[in-house]
């Protein structure tokens, strides 16, 4: 007893800065997560220095592509990881952020930050109104609302298009290929250096989307996924909490809708079909709901993954039954996700290699029951 | 001090509460009665959960209902649950710290002192920064404790704080229980199946069968009284003794 109470005290005192000043915001940091923040990185540093040295133009757009769509996986996570709220319509929600930020670019002469920030935010109003039926629904049925707002939105957006410069206020022209491009930062025109200005902001949203779930916010979400009576016996407001959740996932999802804008340079309603939003869930559960290196894996998942089929010249539709085997698979087997399922399954293999080698002494029972 | 008048709640044909009128006071309070006898559904209607049709629950000269849900346990109203509520995702301290947050008025000064107090108080020996997925039993019923009793509780509902739990670990449960009201300042109200834990904690109990209050007094008294042994055994097991 008393070897565990001397364990707990070190541990203590870094807590107690953390909280006693008044900054709760933002925890102070252990050695193990300053060691984790310094891979993260040195990660960075080779995605935004060694990837574009060593990947074509066409592979750095899949890459920009995948750190945008990454950033709409972790929206998704921290509606159904973090909070338990299934939603349908995310790519709808990255649809209509595109459309607002199209239409931001073509009326305004703002800079691309402000463009991606008011996106970001017009996006997260729209969302937030998209969540009010989840203070009444759950389960099955909020994921058919939101499929039906996302049909929805679908339709309406195929009617009016994406803003390409034309005049009013939907500003589509079916002129030859509209009147011009979305623009890109001012910084990054270049395809590289849009890149490496998408993994900023997205590095940006994590951290956001991270310091949400670490603090007030997160453990409130916790409590409300796990046990709604216990959350609100606990004093927490869960209307608001769950209303939060889903502002932050479409201010998320709002953001990346800008930066999927300025890479396309113009949209069109055949970039987001409804089924996408179904896709991202199997993504996101393959990945990993409830981890933020899921939603990358995510990301991959679901712009990675068909550049690579496309370029094995293997076709499209196989995309979803790889989706549904690779569902199945992580659901019965792991369901937290490939990212806690992959290092398992590694330590296991070397623990089984390990064996190999340790057998003539005796060992190889002890492997077996880990 | 609550003081419940006529309170009904009624689902459909049901009447899990039947014009129950009691009042709870300073102390430890035992609530006992049979499966099924409204116990669980008292609680629920003082968090908040369950509407009642009639009645009033005044607490310390304050009209309970007037409160929304959430605001009642910043109020200082806390309950723990029947079957054990504690965030698995969430580290002993942040279960803790989420009720602590959420139902304190000024949270951030005295914040570290109160969360790692409250575990204290409740002795758990886990580290607070272990995560309650890796908890047994015990100690889960421990961290909801802790969560009950965190900052400035006024009444702490305990819904069965021992039902599963071997002898000693109830032992040791009772323990606790009676400290909450002279170290924490809270009223408690305990509804347990284990008479032991109830009599060795409450020196009063109130008895429901059917949604109806059939007894209320000294612990002592209520567990002799031969209508509470009649809805507990049943008419034949009488018969038959």
């Not at chain 1, 252990?30 to 990185?41: Q, Y």
């Amino acid at each position: 007893m008393s070897a565990t109470a001397e364990t707990t005290a070190p541990e203590a005192p870094t807590t107690a800065k953390g909280g006693g000043g008044g900054r709760s915001w933002v925890p102070k940091l252990t050695a193990g997560e300053r060691v984790r923040a310094l891979i993260i990185l040195g990660l960075l540093a080779i995605v935004l220095f060694l990837l574009p040295a060593i990947l074509s133009g066409y592979w750095i757009n899949v890459s920009t592509d995948t750190a945008i769509y990454s950033v709409v996986a972790l929206g998704l996570g921290v509606l159904m990881g973090r909070t338990g709220l299934v939603s349908l319509g995310q790519i709808a929600v990255l649809a209509l952020a595109g459309w607002v930020a199209a239409r931001l670019c073509f009326a305004t002469s703002l800079p691309f930050p402000v463009i991606l920030l008011l996106s970001g935010l017009i996006t997260m109003v729209i969302g937030t109104l998209i969540g009010l039926p989840a203070l009444r629904l759950q389960g099955l049925y909020l994921a058919l609302i939101t499929l039906m707002l996302a049909g929805a939105i679908g339709v309406a957006l195929r009617t009016t298009n994406f803003p390409n410069g034309g005049a009013g206020f939907l500003g589509h022209t079916e002129s030859d290929r509209g009147n011009g491009t979305i623009r890109r930062p001012a910084l990054a025109h270049a395809d590289t250096a849009f890149f490496r200005y998408t993994v900023i902001v997205v590095a940006i949203m994590f951290l956001i989307a991270l310091l949400h779930v670490r603090a007030k916010p997160g453990r409130a979400w916790a409590a409300i996924r796990q046990s709604e009576p216990a959350a609100l016996a606990g004093g927490v407001n869960i209307t608001l909490y769950k209303l939060w959740a889903f502002a932050l996932a479409s201010f998320l999802t709002g953001v990346a809708g800008g930066l999927l804008a300025a890479r396309s340079g113009q949209l069109f309603t055949l970039q987001f079909p409804t089924q996408d939003s179904i896709l991202l869930l199997a993504a996101v559960l393959m990945g990993g709901i409830y981890s933020f290196w899921g939603a990358i894996v995510a990301g991959a998942l679901m712009r990675l993954l068909p550049a690579l089929l496309d370029n094995w010249g293997l076709p499209a539709d196989l995309l979803t039954i790889l989706f549904g085997v690779g569902v199945l698979q992580v659901l019965l087997t792991a369901p937290q996700g490939i990212v806690y399922q992959f290092p398992r399954d590694m330590a296991r293999l070397g623990r089984l290699i390990g064996g190999l080698f340790t057998r003539a002494r005796g060992a190889p029972a002890r492997e077996r029951a880990g | 001090m609550i003081s419940i008048k006529g309170l009904t709640v009624r689902f459909g044909g049901v009447t899990p509460l039947d014009h129950m009128t009691v009042d709870f006071g300073e102390g430890t309070n035992g609530l006992i009665g049979p499966n099924g006898a409204g116990k669980t559904t008292f609680f629920n209607v003082l968090s908040g959960f369950v509407r009642p049709a009639e009645g009033s629950v005044t607490v310390f000269d304050e009209d309970l209902f007037s409160m929304p849900h959430y605001r009642r346990a910043r109020w200082g109203l806390r309950r723990t649950f029947q079957t054990e509520q504690a965030i698995e995702e969430l580290t002993i301290y942040e279960n803790v710290l989420m009720v602590h947050e959420h139902s304190s008025k000024e949270v951030r000064a005295s914040r570290d002192e109160d969360v790692l107090g409250a575990i204290k108080f409740v002795g758990l020996t886990a580290s607070p920064y272990a995560k309650v997925a890796s908890l047994g039993a015990a100690e889960r019923r421990l961290v909801e404790i802790a969560r009950a009793v965190v900052g400035t509780p006024r009444i702490v509902l305990l819904d069965e704080p021992a039902a599963g739990l071997p002898d000693e670990e109830t032992e040791r449960m009772g323990k606790i229980i009676q400290k909450i009201p002279g170290e924490i300042g809270a009223l408690v109200i305990l509804v347990d199946h284990d008479m032991s834990l109830v009599s060795a904690c409450c020196s009063k109990t109130a008895v429901l069968d059917f949604g109806k209050l059939i007894a209320d007094g000294a612990t002592a008294d209520v567990l002799r009284d031969d209508k509470v042994k009649h809805a507990y055994l049943g008419a034949e097991a009488e018969a038959a003794a």
